[in-house]
């Protein structure tokens, strides 16, 4: 039986992301290795089928001998078990991963799903990143890319061979579980962010424009904030400040959920005002595809999943005024015309982000790898 391993840098992005595509390769008749730093999801992981191996990643830091460790645990568990084909997630996975099985004549395909803080900045370990790409992405056999800008950026900066490069539409959505669900007018609209809790993902610029529109329009708008606080970032908001914008009534933080379709149900539109360097959001393809209009940035990544004015309003980065001029404009469509957005919002993934597409995409990759 071949061996097919799935590596990330956390066991909750591989149940969460990945899931139906570990099950279809088991159905396809793949022995299935999940490798990632142990988590509440790694035995979750164990129950849908596959053999689990924890591994140490130090996903926001720059140390190199942690680094180094991390190298040398991918180039053990390949070197003892017989893997025959590693399908790489998040970036030092792309990296360490990549060399470690190529070091051992372990077929690679890897998915470069959001450059994040990489390429915004010009520090010396962002510099030495994009160089660890250069050497590594040209040992892989595919390089899958989650929208044009990240593909045209690596092939630009010489950071992979072209013949190597593909595109997935995101990483797809299950449309079976997100299915269309309309809420009933109350008189009041809702919008939901959902995001790890960073300022780069926009939560500062969407905190101070529902602060502007709370003063505007009072309780007949609510604001709602859902995933992970406080986490290994530089750009992580913390648990205080969360608490200062709850105490001063603008938002409604809702922690964290593995029902996120349960709260994304009870709202109107769903909004991410990232400048972060997106693959394209999951959390926009979920959304979109249970019906709901999208306020986001023109931004790499999030562009992809609306049609301005269609199924949703594409605001300016960086920039709280542009957020709040879309939101108002959401605000001031009657609930039927926010309705008729969210299903066009549903056309639009089934049309181009069924996570079919993704999943036809990786069997056929690993059959052509072994």
């Known amino acids: 039986m071949n061996k097919v391993a799935i590596s990330a840098n956390t066991s909750w992005y591989i149940y969460n992301f990945r899931k139906n595509t570990i099950l279809s390769l088991i159905d396809s008749g793949y022995k299935v290795i999940a490798v990632a730093p142990e988590d509440d999801y790694s035995q979750k992981l164990i129950d849908l089928g596959c053999t689990f191996i924890a591994i140490d990643i130090d996903k926001g830091g720059t140390n190199p001998i942690k680094d180094f460790k991390t190298f040398l645990c991918f180039y053990y568990i ?16 792309n990296i360490y991963s990549t060399l470690a099985a190529y070091a051992n004549g372990v077929k690679v395909i890897n998915n470069i799903a959001g ?38 950026l690596f092939l630009r900066k010489n950071l992979a061979p072209e013949h190597l490069t593909d595109r997935l539409p995101g990483s797809g959505v299950d449309l079976k579980r997100f299915e269309l669900q309309e809420t009933n007018d109350d008189g009041k609209v809702s919008f939901l962010l959902i995001a790890r809790m960073l300022f780069d993902k926009g939560v500062g ?44 009534g603008i938002v409604n933080y809702l922690g964290t959920s593995d029902s996120v379709e349960q709260e994304i149900a009870k709202v109107d539109c769903i909004v991410l005002p990232s ?23 023109d931004n790499v990544g999030c562009r992809e999943t609306v049609d301005d004015g269609i199924n949703g309003f594409l605001c300016d980065l960086r920039s709280t005024e542009s957020l709040i001029l879309q939101l108002d404009k959401m605000i001031n ?36 790898c072994i």
């Open 115 to 152: 450059l994040g803080i990489l390429f915004i900045n010009e520090s010396i370990s962002s510099k030495i990143a994009r160089l660890l790409y250069k050497i590594s992405q040209s040992k892989a056999s595919k390089i899958f890319f989650q929208n044009e800008d990240d593909k045209e």
């Open 78 to 93: 390949f070197s003892k078990n017989k893997i025959d084909v590693v399908l790489n997630f998040t970036p030092k996975n």
């Open 205 to 248: 610029h969407y905190v101070d424009a529902a602060r502007e529109l709370k003063q505007k329009y009072g309780n007949t708008v609510e604001f709602k904030l859902l995933g992970f606080l406080d986490v290994d970032n530089p750009s992580a908001v913390s648990k205080e400040q969360m608490c200062e914008w709850v105490s001063e």
């Open 333 to 368: 469509l009657t609930h039927e015309q926010r309705l008729e957005m969210g299903r066009a919002s549903r056309t639009k993934i089934e049309r181009e982000f069924d996570e079919k597409i993704v999943i036809n995409k990786y069997l056929d990759a690993v059959k052509a």
């Open 275 to 297: 400048f972060y360097r997106e693959g394209v959001p999951k959390s926009l393809l979920e959304a979109g595809a249970m019906g709901k209009p999208i306020v986001t940035t």
